[in-house]
């Protein structure tokens, strides 16, 4: 399994280092980023930077003296943590001819290490690294929907040993990672407010609810989603307006990235009571929303909403073609009133309805039903 991981993952980098000065490895943090680097340079190579580690920050307290003169790979782990270091490489990236290439480790998105996407724009390449997606583990396991796709969780021994592993690296986040970012509450605010969107996963995002709850003011509660959303945690499912003569939703729906941490805020340990929570339903429309993302490339996603009437858990658009997906965790899905009117409103192309059973069908014309496990071949959208 970690095997199959590496070889997807190390072959996307080394086709990105052939074009690019610059390679960004972006994703949260433990997702696996270090082992990535660490199969292309070794930890103790003097081309290794881990900005964590106090030898390296001392080293780069200079950057350019530091680096000027080295050739070949050079890695910088947890590269947010010194902004100053971005212009430096962009005068590095720009020698001609080149005498290295620089592979950088970020635990947030370009969004969130402005100077990063601003000074290195043209002459850097990103690659979002997720947990472990369906495809990587090579089948859908109910382990890794309970457990989440975090390595350490997934790999722990036991149920106890993985909510144990959560638990700590949950209260590290919220004591010190996400004030790196400008989240800066007291770790109690931080938790009731991680506490409340867990309880809002597959909702609409209601900025104001959350603020009357935790105490904080209606604009600090958006700036910290966008920097929970920067930082890998949470997904922000934006709406789709069509031109239509309905009223239609307009605020983003929740969701946790991760359903690990999501089952962890929730207090489900097994998955007996995974299985019994009344919130079954939402979990599971977040994994697979989230295995589908993990997996398609150039294609956008939305929901789609209109008051009181229809709506369309997922409409993927990419290559011309417009994907429609319903997402239901019963035995046989039927076709919906909702699901007609998707159809038509949407102009879809087809629309997929995603189950946990075991055979592909279709229900009628443009409907067809297939099973999770489709995602582990990527082939769900083909």
């Keep these: 399994m970690e095997k199959l991981q590496r070889d997807l993952l190390f072959r996307k980098i080394r086709v990105a280092l052939g074009r690019n000065p610059v390679v960004a490895l972006v994703g949260g943090r433990q997702v696996g980023k270090t082992t990535l680097a660490r199969g292309f340079l070794s930890v103790d190579s003097a081309n290794y930077f881990d900005l964590e580690d106090p030898v390296s920050a001392v080293r780069l307290e200079n950057p350019m003296v530091a680096l000027a003169d080295l050739e070949g790979l050079v890695v910088i782990d947890e590269v947010q943590r010194l902004s100053s270091l971005f212009p430096v490489l962009r005068v590095l990236a720009d020698r001609e001819p080149a005498k290295a290439q620089f592979l950088i480790l970020g635990s947030a998105s370009p969004g969130l290490m402005k100077e990063c996407s601003e000074s290195l724009a043209g002459r850097i390449e990103y690659i979002h690294i997720p947990g472990f997606s369906m495809?990587?583990?090579?089948?859908?396991?109910?382990?890794?929907?309970?457990?989440?796709?975090?390595?350490?969780?997934?790999?722990?021994?036991?149920?106890?040993?993985?909510?144990?592993?959560?638990?700590?690296?949950?209260g590290?986040?919220?004591?010190?990672?996400?004030?790196?970012?400008?989240?800066?509450?007291?770790?109690?605010?931080?938790?009731?407010?991680?506490?409340?969107?867990?309880?809002?996963?597959?909702?609409?995002?209601?900025?104001?609810?959350?603020?009357k709850a935790v105490g904080i003011s209606g604009f600090k509660v958006r700036r910290y989603l966008d920097i929970l959303q920067g930082a890998f945690y949470l997904r922000l499912l934006q709406p789709w307006h069509e031109n239509l003569k309905k009223r239609q939703v307009k605020m983003p729906k929740i969701y946790f990235t991760d359903t690990g941490l999501l089952h962890y805020f929730w207090g489900v340990k097994t998955m007996k009571d995974l299985l019994t929570h009344p919130k079954v339903g939402a979990s599971w429309e977040g994994y697979v929303i989230g295995e589908i993302?993990?997996?398609?490339?150039?294609?956008?996603?939305?929901?789609?909403?209109?008051?009181?009437?229809?709506?369309?858990?997922l409409l993927l658009q990419g290559g011309g073609r417009r994907i429609g997906v319903e997402i239901k965790r019963v035995d046989a899905p039927q076709v919906t009133t909702s699901m007609r009117v998707a159809l038509a409103d949407l102009h879809l192309d087809e629309l997929l309805v995603i189950y946990p059973g075991a055979q592909e069908y279709a229900l009628e014309e443009k409907v067809r039903v297939v099973p999770v496990t489709s995602l582990c071949g990527g082939r769900v959208l083909d």
């Design 135 to 170: 495809q990587e583990i090579g089948c859908h396991k109910e382990e890794h929907w309970l457990r989440g796709g975090f390595p350490r969780s997934y790999l722990a021994a036991n149920e106890g040993d993985s909510f144990a592993w959560r638990r700590n690296f949950l």
């Design 172 to 211: 590290s986040l919220m004591d010190r990672d996400l004030a790196q970012f400008g989240l800066n509450e007291p770790p109690p605010t931080v938790a009731r407010l991680l506490t409340l969107l867990a309880h809002y996963h597959g909702q609409i995002c209601n900025v104001s609810d959350f603020s």
């Design 293 to 313: 993302f993990k997996q398609v490339e150039g294609i956008e996603g939305w929901f789609w909403a209109v008051h009181q009437s229809a709506e369309l858990d």
